[in-house]
């Protein structure tokens, strides 16, 4: 047996199909996890991210302490509750993990992380943190759900309070603050609008069925994964890892090179990958029957390369892929499937946002 | 719990076949089949006509997990496919055991029918998966 969320008996009640993810038992889908994705895309759905790992740092030394532990720039962030994009390399430039940094001051920041990089995460972060004055705690009384979909917020105002509702009633995107004993961001993995919520372990399976009796739809990890496939977002591990810089993962725009004196861990070899050319991330689009999947090869122009996600698209109603293949490739590539080379359209790796198709 | 129907004879690769009394014998996959591999997105079907051979992958069910060979539990001809799941492939995973079929055989020897596993000997094979 995994570990468990607090969550745990409350996806058996809903009738989940639970599986093992990384050491967790998380659910696959209760049910059917195309009519999961639906409801993200058309209503709203909840799913149980509690098994993600969140870390605060705080200290006179935190700023500094994550400009050179993250590969984007922490002193962009402002504003209290403003979120982050960006991703810890090695010192090859590699991605350690990727994951979400909260600014609340700076002296005090939140980072939310992968669960299945737990243990090497935390291990690095207190290995580069012991050269700063910072203290690093990993809030494991801590539990998180994402309400995500264009009725999000319509949903979450049920389940609030008046007062707490107006607290978060239009908060831009990619933002967080806390109210009361919840941390509300408007933050997600779909491509929709929603919310990520962090809440006291032992207040989650309230909250949970709160929102169940308000019509949110409970959603598994299947229907996380088409989602995040359609909006193009990274899946650690599968699209990205110790072995692929971010520059080679569609994540350049998350790595800031400005001010050129800010050194980060990584630095100097995406330096040099940037000066001698390297791989892309793109995005294949196949209209016909079939499914692209992960593991298959793609021949392109001046190359070949592999898909590294790839799905059946509910909201396309055909297949989508993520493959990382040399920069020479063209408008077209050749998928090697089940027996047969197929063409395939190159596209932006983004298919889907709030709902409609972006190709 | 998947449902086993004692009514119908089984293949060890999760396919089911309804022997029709004409001489002709429906194939669909299990419950435990269709639970297996999730939502089903596309189902590639053989076309009417088709010679099959006991054993020969004839069909494909594509899901969001996995695509998944389809085999020919009996030798014979092809007489009919299920269109319907052209434009409703979940309809196999909602009634894998009626509307879900797939496609039905005219068998060259209606005795290769009793050479399948009945539910009994079904579920042993499923309960080793």
């Given amino acids: ?359 | 719990m998947s449902t086993i129907p004692a009514d119908l004879k089984y293949a060890s690769t999760h396919e089911w076949v309804r022997n029709e009394g004409d001489g002709t014998f429906t194939v669909g996959i299990s419950e435990h089949a269709q639970d297996l591999l999730g939502d089903m997105v596309f189902v590639e079907l053989p076309d009417v006509g088709d010679k099959v051979d006991a054993g020969d992958d004839v069909a494909v069910a594509e899901s969001v997990k996995a695509a998944s060979d389809i085999y020919a539990p009996m030798t014979g001809e092809v007489v009919a496919i299920n269109e319907d799941l052209e434009d409703a492939p979940e309809t196999v995973n909602n009634d894998p055991y009626g509307d879900g079929w797939l496609f039905r055989i005219k068998a060259d020897d209606a005795s290769e029918f009793e050479n399948l596993l009945d539910a009994e000997g079904y579920q042993a094979v499923v309960d080793e998966d």
């Avoid at chain 1, 350690?96 to 939140?110: A, K, P, Q, T, W």
Wanted: aromatic fraction near 8%; charged fraction near 25%.
């Fill in chain 1, 1 to 359: 047996m995994g570990s468990k969320t607090p969550l745990y008996d409350a996806h058996v009640k809903a009738g989940a199909k639970m599986v093992d993810f990384h050491g967790w038992d998380m659910p696959l889908n209760y049910g059917s996890q195309i009519e999961e994705h639906h409801a993200v895309r058309r209503d709203v759905g909840v799913f149980d991210v509690s098994h993600m790992t969140i870390v605060d740092a705080q200290g006179e030394q935190a700023q500094a302490f994550l400009r050179y532990l993250l590969a984007n720039d922490v002193a962009k962030l402002k504003t209290e509750g403003k979120a982050q994009y960006t991703s810890m390399l090695n010192e090859k430039g590699g991605v350690i993990d990727d994951l979400i940094v909260y600014h609340f001051n700076e002296n005090s920041y939140r980072l939310v992380v992968n669960s299945a990089t737990r243990e090497k995460d935390l291990s690095w972060i207190n290995s580069v943190a012991e050269k700063f004055t910072v203290t690093i705690s990993e809030r494991d009384d801590l539990a998180m759900v994402a309400v995500q979909g264009p009725n999000a917020a319509e949903k979450l105002q049920q389940v609030l309070t008046a007062e707490q509702f107006a607290e978060i009633d239009g908060m831009k995107p990619f933002v967080g603050r806390q109210v009361g004993d919840l941390f509300i961001a408007t933050t997600g993995y779909t491509g929709e609008k929603g919310y990520e919520i962090i809440v006291p372990a032992d207040a989650i399976v309230g909250f949970w069925d709160a929102l169940l009796d308000a019509g949110v739809a409970p959603c598994g990890l299947g229907a996380r994964d088409t989602l995040r496939l359609e909006a193009g977002m990274n899946l650690y591990g599968q699209d990205m890892d110790e072995t692929v810089t971010p520059l080679e993962a569609n994540m350049g725009w998350s790595v800031a090179f400005e001010p050129a004196d800010r050194d980060f861990i990584g630095r100097q070899a995406l330096e040099q990958k940037k000066a001698e050319g390297h791989d892309k991330l793109v995005g294949l689009v196949m209209e016909e029957k079939g499914v692209l999947r992960h593991g298959q090869k793609v021949i392109v122009e001046g190359g070949e390369g592999l898909i590294t996600s790839g799905s059946f698209s509910p909201t396309l109603g055909f297949s989508v892929a993520m493959a990382r293949v040399p920069a020479t490739v063209g408008e077209t590539a050749e998928v090697e499937m089940r027996k047969k080379l197929v063409t395939v359209k190159v596209v932006k790796p983004s298919f889907v946002r709030n709902g409609q198709s972006v190709l």
